[in-house]
């Protein structure tokens, strides 16, 4: 068969059956072949970013892997943010892009770029193939590596003529890469010493991390901090590793993470550290986290291993086959004074992460509203990056794995879109809210297309306070209120709404929200809802830039 053929079964051997992709010249006859394989699902979009973004949540909600597909040149360098939000956050994505014909490769085609080059970085392995008769086995290759151990993006690159040469639909059966070894061995004897460690703290503590969700492995966390009586905290992409209700759960930690499991992150005598990547964000300033104490990490990338922290007892493996060995170790105890102590810092501080008790519309009144009015649905929550995500994070009670879909260590503004697309498709049952900054909708908001032709029920809360919020609220902290660039004046979103077809609404009290958000979630398509908060409002508590989680600040007067 032609090397587009053989493309499209070797997705549908993986059991693939969605892409996100934009069509363009040099794959142009791979297009040519879908109409033939209509076990996959093509879904068009508007901007290959988004087609990158669509299939990362795709894989968050579903544990599947994403794909997306795009020409090459531009189609390709449109791809690079997606992949590299893929790469930092572990998602398991499939990356395709076409190029020009072998005999042009290297002389400047028409839409020539080194893709494979320019990929290298953001990728967990890159393939240039120019032989139809390397395909499958480099599908089988690519989705495996992208699948196992610590999950992340994978690129495949395919100049034109590849995809009408003829070649024979080679399968391997097995995968044996000799550069590339997943370690399934449990370390008794590393384990064992975690356990001992463990065992003998008084003060002990689990972060959660994103790979606790991964590795579908919440139910052996809350037996692990269950049996030990160990107190948990998560990182931002672990929130939902624990049911926000269980009593041992202690909310997430970081720079916008609770004052409480902030200052019990500084005073444990033990760190349980689970599938994290102990990073800036969530611990702040290494150097001073917390001197006394000792660091159980365990991670299945080694290289994670005293990359920012230096660990007492480093172990290698996935949570799954780990956790319970560690639960079988570890001892029944009881740490009642300490998870008092941490009580007590909660109730002392609980107004630290409240909800305004104002007449002005806040952004933690609206994501609370939208959190309780779908207490009776499969709620699915996908978010931008800034302000509003750090208050989502903080009210909207995420208490499932796969329920919150955010951009954790790249950060990227324009997620919340096309991301929300991706989410949908991979769980159409599923009510999808995705909320949005005024700023970041505006950057990929070109997906509403996208969304009216897939029929999709989508329902986008925006939070527009005319301003790019986390800036502004930088700049009035830490830079003497010289507000630069970061006022910004607003289309009117409900012709916006209008122009694509869908609903718009727009709330501009408080006693519109929960009205607003009960029509909408009524209404079966998508809707726009257009919420006019308060412009000025500050994300507390807060880690400055630089300090350590034991200087987490309440409130401006603080700094």
């Not at 988004?50 to 449109?78: C, E, F, M, W």
């Not at 059966?173 to 703290?201: F, H, M, P, W």
């Not at 919340?416 to 900054?437: D, R």
Request: hydrophobic share 40%.
């Amino acid at each position: 068969m032609i090397g587009a053929d053989i493309v499209l079964e070797s997705l549908k051997k993986a059991n693939i059956d969605t892409i996100f992709g934009y069509p363009g010249g040099v794959v142009l006859p791979l297009y040519d072949r879908f109409p033939f394989h209509k076990e996959i699902r093509h879904i068009l979009v508007r901007h290959e970013q988004a087609a990158g973004h669509a299939a990362d949540a795709y894989a968050r909600v579903s544990g599947k892997i994403g794909v997306a597909l795009a020409t090459s040149g531009p189609g390709a360098t449109n791809l690079v943010t997606s992949v590299q939000n893929a790469m930092m956050d572990s998602v398991p994505t499939l990356f395709i892009t076409g190029n020009v014909a072998r005999n042009l490769i290297g002389k400047d085609g028409f839409q020539e770029a080194d893709a494979t080059g320019i990929f290298m970085p953001t990728v967990k392995h890159n393939y240039l193939v120019t032989n139809a008769n390397d395909l499958a086995p480099t599908f089988a290759e690519a989705i495996y590596i992208a699948t196992t151990g610590r999950p992340g993006p994978v690129h495949i690159d395919i100049p034109k003529d590849v995809f009408l040469e003829d070649a024979e639909f080679n399968w391997p059966k097995t995968i044996n890469l000799r550069g590339y070894k997943i370690n399934d061995e449990v370390d008794s004897e590393q384990l064992a010493e975690a356990a001992e460690l463990i065992n003998a703290s008084e003060k002990p503590i689990i972060f959660a991390g994103h790979g606790v969700i991964i590795s579908n492995t919440s139910n052996l966390l809350k037996k692990l901090c269950e049996k030990g009586d160990i107190p948990v905290i998560t990182t931002l992409l672990g929130i939902g590793s624990m049911p926000t209700d269980h009593p041992l759960h202690y909310g997430w930690m970081g720079m916008h993470g609770s004052y409480h499991a902030n200052i019990a992150a500084s005073n444990a005598d033990t760190i349980i550290a689970l599938g994290m990547r102990m990073d800036d964000r969530a611990l702040g300033r290494f150097a001073d986290l917390n001197h006394n104490a000792k660091i159980v990490h365990i991670d299945v990338d080694p290289a994670e291993h005293d990359k920012n922290l230096k660990a007492t007892v480093p172990v290698v493996g996935n949570l799954s086959t780990t956790l319970p060995s560690l639960i079988n170790n570890i001892e029944e105890t009881n740490h009642a004074d300490w998870i008092q102590w941490i009580e007590k810092i909660k109730s002392e501080h609980a107004d630290s992460m409240s909800i305004p008790n104002t007449d002005k519309l806040s952004v933690q009144y609206v994501v609370n509203s939208i959190a309780k009015e779908n207490k009776k649905n499969e709620l699915v929550v996908v978010t931008g990056v800034g302000q509003h995500q750090m208050w989502a994070a903080q009210h909207m009670n995420i208490s499932k794995p796969r329920q919150l879909i955010t951009s954790g260590g790249l950060g990227t503004m324009g997620f919340e879109v096309p991301a929300a697309l991706g989410a949908q498709v991979a769980n159409p049952n599923a009510k999808v809210w995705s909320i949005c900054g005024d700023g970041g909708f505006q950057m990929t908001f070109q997906e509403l297309a996208t969304i009216v032709d897939e029929k999709l029920p989508i329902k986008f809360a925006i939070i527009n306070n005319g301003y790019l919020g986390m800036v502004r609220q930088w700049q009035e902290l830490f830079y003497k209120e010289n507000l630069v660039d970061v006022n910004m004046s607003q289309p009117n979103f409900m012709k916006i709404a209008e122009a694509y077809g869908i609903t718009g609404i727009e709330v501009t009290k408080k006693e519109q929200v929960s009205k607003a958000i009960i029509q909408a979630n009524k209404i079966e398509g998508p809707v726009l809802i257009d919420f006019k908060v308060e412009s000025e409002g500050n994300v507390w508590p807060m880690v400055p830039a630089g300090a350590s989680l034991s200087e987490t600040v309440e409130s401006a007067k603080e700094l």
